[in-house]
């Protein structure tokens, strides 16, 4: 999900190595199997060159660094296609890798992509066309520098840029056009020129190396239209583009599928670019097609005088998710996804943002990790757990001995709570939420005299802290009988949206005594979310109003105006006045469905404002816990 309004037109995936470094991997694909209909090996190739320039706008540096996974399917013994198999398999194998310096070590087949039947007597059968899927992975330097499809509007005066590694050849051969009006056309794209690619993957690595970009997305399915349109969708803003300099048809110009990339460049490196660009061979394939702006315009005219497409880019934005909105109606419930669909069309929706009343740089925890002293923190998990790798990295860095504890270390003695200054309930899906979110846990705790005193002790001792997180937040919640001053939490239940939810939400943090939350107050951030049974359920509405009245509910979901909110998807469970974290009376114990442990480090985060730099406003809380323990 790309930008602050989670837009899904990355064209790459990159991970960090570990929670302490910025090396990374990046992973991104290629597939063109319809223009296996018309030309075997072209289908091949670009299924090659397509994960290339996917994957470029991220720091790799040597092309030979990258490694393809190549999934082939065919309908062996079908009449052609054994012939068609062997030309795209040396297109690749024999020609375009080895001239790209290119391996591909791994892969699978599928060769049965044909079935028949007989139905009243009749034979009928259906036969999938030769498909190349790639996958294409290399290590990231500095994922940091990776650039997305974003465009932005507050960097001053930009250019855009295309790079048209089709040279000007705009062939429509099975394309998406092609596909809408039930045609097939004679002459798809292919790869022009190896060396002009090898040469583009080169010049990509130079500029997103020296940070020059503010923008990057590959030209593929859908064409120059298509790569414009996602691009201003993801940034929220208007694109004036002038295609005369492309060719002379205007429907072959902005939906071709040739290779290519459209590059946002500030007017200030402009000639920094270009040269790059020159020294790449590539100045004579880049053209300069317009400009962006803050207005809710997309308009792509030739020349002066001839405006060929003039729309607002939010009716664009309604267009484009129009499908998907009709499918989720089927699949979701209806309501939610109405709310989301006029969500995506809002002209006034600002997106993520952040404001918090503390410094995201600073360590508070510092003078106390420098005592030489660590608290020792039990992650705790169960059989379906995760995220507690994440967690125990979190609590390392705010200065705790982080503990992997499992519930079987409990139940056979080797751990006992006693032992540990707070405790930690990670997120997932213990024993596969079969007797609800969270039931099994909570049961195999409440129905063990042992374990029941155990935690009983521990939820009791006013020198601990406990955090639940997730699942880990459903088993809180559910343990409620044994937990001091919550008599008022609600359980937790199925989303209002009937699916699992992950996405990027923002919550704004309220003045509580949440220990936890300490000093954290007035503050809105997004948050990582991932669950299916996260709204709230109360006993009676009285528990609702007297939870109010004890000042414990700690966060609420908020809408891009910072309202709190009930409506999908910024409140994406659908709870109550958006509730989403709780305290009991005394503080110490905090229930959230959020993960903060996700977003701990800023580069972990889909978005975050520029001025943080290795910290995200998540790891506060994990500092807050520290300092308790002085």
């Known amino acids: 999900m790309v930008g602050p309004w989670q837009i899904p037109v990355s064209d790459v995936a990159v991970t960090t190595a570990s929670l302490d470094s910025y090396h ?52 062996a013994g079908h009449g052609g296609e054994d012939a068609g198999l062997y030309e795209a398999v040396k297109a690749v194998g024999e020609e375009l890798c080895p001239a790209l310096g290119i391996t591909i070590p791994v892969g699978k087949d599928s060769m049965s992509m044909k079935t028949t039947w007989e139905e009243n007597g009749e034979k009928k059968s259906v036969t999938a066309p030769l498909s190349l899927v790639i996958s294409s992975f290399a290590r990231v330097e500095d994922v940091r520098k990776t650039v997305t499809p974003q465009l932005r509007t507050d960097k001053g005066a930009s250019r855009l840029l295309l790079i048209d590694l089709g040279e000007r050849k705009n062939r ?48 593929s399915d859908g064409g120059l239209i298509t790569t414009l349109a996602e691009m201003a969708f993801a940034g929220n803003c208007g694109v004036d583009v002038d295609i005369s300099a492309l060719g002379d048809n205007d429907l072959a ?23 790059v660009l020159k020294a790449h061979d590539l100045l004579g394939l880049t053209y300069e097609l317009g400009s962006v702006s803050s207005e809710d315009r997309f308009e792509i005219t030739r020349g002066s005088k001839k405006t060929i497409k003039r729309k607002k880019r939010s009716e664009l934005r309604g267009i484009w998710a129009e499908l998907t909105h009709q499918m989720q109606r089927l699949r979701d419930n209806p309501e939610c996804a109405d709310q ?85 309930a990670c997120g997932g899906f213990s024993y596969g939420d079969v007797l609800g979110a969270s039931g099994g846990w909570a049961k195999s ?51 209002k949206s009937e699916r699992f939810e992950a996405r990027a939400a923002m919550v704004k943090i ?16 997004p948050i990582a979310v991932a669950h ?34 009930e409506t999908y998807p910024a409140n994406p469970n659908g709870s109550a006045l958006g ?52």
């Open 24 to 75: 990374g991997e990046a992973m991104a694909m290629g597939e063109r199997a319809p223009v296996a209909l018309l030309d075997f090996g072209a289908s091949a190739r670009l299924a090659v060159a397509e994960s290339i320039t996917n994957i470029a706008g991220t720091n790799i540096g040597d092309i030979k660094r990258i490694k393809l996974s190549a999934n082939w399917m065919s309908a």
């Open 172 to 219: 429509l051969g099975a394309t998406a056009l092609a596909q809408v009006y039930k045609q097939l056309g004679d002459k798809p794209a292919d790869v022009v020129n190896v060396a002009k690619l090898k040469n583009f993957f080169n010049a990509m690595q130079a500029l997103v190396a020296e940070r020059k970009l503010l923008a990057y997305h590959d030209r």
């Open 253 to 275: 110009v902005l939906f071709n599928e040739e290779l290519g990339a459209v590059i946002q460049v500030s007017e200030s490196e402009l000639s920094a670019v270009r040269e």
């Open 340 to 424: 989301e669909f006029e969500a995506k069309k809002a002209t006034d929706n600002k997106g993520l943002s952040a404001y918090l009343t503390y410094d995201v740089n600073e360590d508070i925890a510092a003078p106390y990790i420098s005592k030489g002293v660590k608290p020792k923190v039990a992650v705790l998990r169960e059989q379906g757990v995760n995220s507690h790798v994440e967690m125990a990295a979190a609590f390392d860095r705010a200065g705790f001995a982080a503990i992997d504890v499992h519930m079987s270390d409990l139940m056979a003695g080797r751990y006992n709570l006693n032992g540990f200054n707070a405790m930690v």
């Open 445 to 495: 705790i409440l129905f063990n005299s042992q374990l029941r005193d155990q935690f009983s002790q521990f939820f009791a001792n006013e020198n601990t802290l406990s955090l639940g997180v997730c699942n880990g937040c459903q088993l809180i919640s559910s343990l409620a009988e044994i937990i001091p001053g919550v008599e008022n939490w609600p359980r937790f239940v199925r989303n």
């Open 510 to 525: 309220n003045d509580t005594n949440s220990l936890w939350f300490k000093g954290m107050a007035g503050s809105h951030m």
């Open 532 to 565: 299916g049974e996260g709204c709230v359920e109360f006993k009676t509405p009285e528990n609702l109003t007297a939870l109010q009245s004890q000042n414990l509910i700690v966060a609420q979901y908020i809408d891009s105006h910072l309202n709190v909110t």
């Open 579 to 630: 509730i989403t974290a709780i305290s009991n009376v005394d503080g110490r114990i905090a229930a959230m469905m959020p993960h903060p442990e996700r977003v701990f480090r800023a580069v972990s985060n889909s978005w975050y404002p520029e001025d943080w730099s290795e910290d995200g406003a998540w790891m506060r809380i994990f500092r807050n816990a520290r300092v308790n323990f002085k």
